[in-house]
Structures are given as structure tokens and as C-alpha cells.
């Protein structure tokens, strides 16, 4: 399978194959502060190669208003998934569904999804906040770089996912400007391309 179009609509009704990965993965490099000390490169977040400018882009921008944040994950596999998702299971029960996505159901197999972390005096943390400095520049400026909050606080029924405000999505430039200024998900844009049929 070739790789996936950037606007494409993963969630708990439209899953991924346990076989499909992004055949252009490129190593992240905006976390050598990471709390997880990533001494082995191929430990590193990773994400689709056509996205990853998008993002030195973003970050670099960012920097330039005093906020830092760097990728704390990217790209995870099927299987992967399923081992986070058993494991909280295990811990916290039930809960942990709506925490975590079930395999083939998460974006960041698709190596367009990333989770964000901060590295802030000597210290690294990725309990992201709502009302944090970083949160609120992503959420008010990621769709300048092509990303979309994707899981906004209010959406939680149509997403079907809790407000994350370290996730982020690419769906590209002309799609997460459209989707930020409508305050819509990808899950209200898709319906209605399907109920207008435009293209
Ligand atoms: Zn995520």
C-alpha cells in the first residue's frame, strides 16, 4: 500500500490495516533534551519524511516567540499500539479505552500524528497543559504548518476521544486552515464532503 493521502480519517470506525506503515519515516531531531535520553537515534520519534519540514518549520517559528516544544512521538506501529493500549488496560481498566486507541485506530500509525512535550529550564515534561503558553501558540498557529489540533475539548462525541492538547495532526496547508477557521474535525469535514459530495 502506497503511502496514505495526508487528509485521510482514521478513528474507531475507520481503521487501519495491523499491516500498514508509512514506507518514508524519517528520524526526528528536535529532542536530544527528551526526558526518554535518546542515546540510540533509532529510538527517536519518527514521522512521514514529507511532514518532517513542516515541523523543523513550526518548531524553529515557535522558538522565535520564546516557546519550546519539541516531538515526543510520532509514528507507532499496529502492534505497538497494542502493547500501550494492553498495558493500560491492565492498570487502569476499562478507562483506558478512551485514553488510549484501540490498534488500527490510531493516527500515529499513519506517521502524520504527533504528541508534543515540552523541555522547559533543565526540565522536560509531557503533561501538557490546556492553558499553557505552548498549547495555546499550537493550537493557535499549527495550521500555519499544515497540523490541526485533532482532538479539541467540545469534540470529544464526534471524535470520540478526550481533549489531548499535545496532539496534533498534518492534513496539510489548504485542509488545516480551512478546518481551523470553521472550528471543524476531520470527522465533521468528512461527513460533509460525503453529504454535499464535493471533492
Ligand atoms: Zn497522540
Known amino acids: 500500500m502506497d503511502d496514505l493521502s495526508v487528509d485521510v480519517l482514521i478513528n474507531k470506525d475507520n481503521l487501519l490495516p495491523s499491516d500498514y506503515y508509512p514506507k518514508s519515516l524519517i528520524i526526528t531531531d528536535n529532542n536530544e533534551n527528551n526526558f526518554h535520553n535518546y542515546k540510540n537515534a533509532n529510538l527517536k520519534p519518527m514521522v512521514r519524511a514529507d511532514i518532517y519540514p513542516y515541523i ?81 501558540w499550537l493550537a493557535n498557529n499549527s495550521y500555519k504548518y499544515g497540523f490541526i489540533l485533532r482532538y479539541p475539548k467540545g469534540k470529544e462525541d464526534i471524535t470520540g476521544y478526550q481533549y489531548e492538547p499535545w496532539h496534533f495532526r498534518f492534513v496539510g496547508l489548504d485542509l488545516a486552515k480551512k478546518l481551523y477557521e470553521e472550528g471543524i474535525t476531520l470527522e465533521e469535514y468528512e461527513k460533509r464532503k460525503n453529504t454535499f459530495g464535493s471533492r
Open 56 to 136: 523543523q518549520r513550526m518548531i524553529s517559528d515557535a522558538e522565535k516567540s520564546g516557546i519550546y516544544f519539541i516531538v515526543d512521538s510520532g509514528y507507532r506501529s499496529y502492534f505497538y499500539q497494542k502493547v500501550i493500549l494492553e498495558e493500560l488496560v491492565k492498570k487502569e481498566g476499562n478507562i483506558a479505552y478512551q485514553k488510549v486507541a484501540k490498534p488500527g485506530s490510531s493516527e500515529h500509525q499513519t506517521g502524520l500524528a504527533i504528541d508534543i512535550a515540552y523541555y522547559k529550564n533543565g526540565v522536560y515534561s509531557d503533561d501538557v497543559k490546556e492553558d499553557d503558553d505552548e498549547a495555546i
